[in-house]
């Protein structure tokens, strides 16, 4: 660990009160295409560095994580890619039951479960369950699209009989409910959109895009966007 880096980020995390960070997981495929390798190698390669940024994000003092795994648009890829994905979910879901202890995170999936194999949606609610005690944050967004949220948000409120709803009672219904919106969003592969990602937690987050693949996303890339988050002046709408 190159301790006086994790000590420079650390510090301009406080300094910021960065506690909630999400990422736009993107570049999977052109990182293996670039290397002449199958984009379900890609696949793969991220979905092993997604677990050293989350530990990353850790040592440096941010307490909560999003990532976007698969969207609601991600099943118009081929099959074989999705299944590809959804593999390498399941057998991340093993590895995290496993490292329960050591890692102490919670882990919620955004999204709707139903759509999911139903052995991987069980595994996905086992995994929420044996972790609901432990503090830091982990959001994996599987299946999960900000408008099909609102959508199902709306459908909760009108099926709990509201007539009239309020802000709050949108957040609360959203599958955000158990946390604070992002303070800073990354997309990563040099793509500079949200493809439907947050679309209501975002109104206020800001934003770091880098032309860096997933797959090779660094320490110097977060304290890149740590940086930028710390020059960033966050008015919410007021004068200051
Ligand atoms: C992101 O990488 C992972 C998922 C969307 C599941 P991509 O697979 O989108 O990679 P590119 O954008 O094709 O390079
Ligand atoms: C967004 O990436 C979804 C995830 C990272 C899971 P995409 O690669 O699917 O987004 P588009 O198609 O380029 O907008
Ligand atoms: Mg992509």
Redesign the pocket.
């Known amino acids: 660990m190159n301790t006086s880096q994790y000590d420079r980020i650390r510090e301009k995390v406080a300094a910021t009160g960065l506690s909630h960070i999400a990422f736009i ?7 293996a ?1 670039g290397r002449g390798l199958p ?1 379900e190698a ?2 793969r390669a ?1 979905g092993e560095n997604f677990k050293k940024v989350v530990r990353m994000c850790g040592d440096c003092g941010i307490d909560a994580v999003t990532v ?4 609601t648009e ?1 099943w118009k ?1 081929p099959s074989a ?1 999705v299944n590809a ?1 959804m593999r390498l979910l399941d057998s991340f879901i093993g590895d995290a039951k496993r490292e329960k202890e050591e890692n102490g995170i919670r882990y919620v999936f955004l999204g709707d479960k139903a759509a999911l194999a139903p052995a991987l949606a069980q595994k996905c609610e086992e995994l929420e369950q044996i972790t609901k005690n432990y503090k830091r944050l982990l959001n994996i967004a599987l299946n999960y699209g900000g408008r099909a949220e609102i959508v199902h948000a709306c459908n909760t409120l009108i099926a709990s009989g509201k007539t009239e709803v309020t802000e709050a009672d949108v957040s609360a219904a959203l599958y955000t409910a158990h946390c604070d919106d992002p303070d800073l969003i990354v997309r990563t ?1 040099g ?1 500079y959109r949200l493809s439907n990602f947050l679309l209501w937690q975002s109104a206020y987050a800001e934003f770091f895009f880098t032309d860096t ?2 797959p090779d996303y660094s320490l110097d890339d977060l304290e890149d966007a740590v940086n930028s988050f710390s020059g960033r002046r966050r008015r919410f709408g007021a004068v200051l």
Do not use: P, Q, V
């Open positions: 997981m993107d570049g999977n495929g052109r990182w295409t984009r890609g696949h991220g976007y795994a698969f969207s991600n890829r890619e994905i592969a793509e693949l997933w």
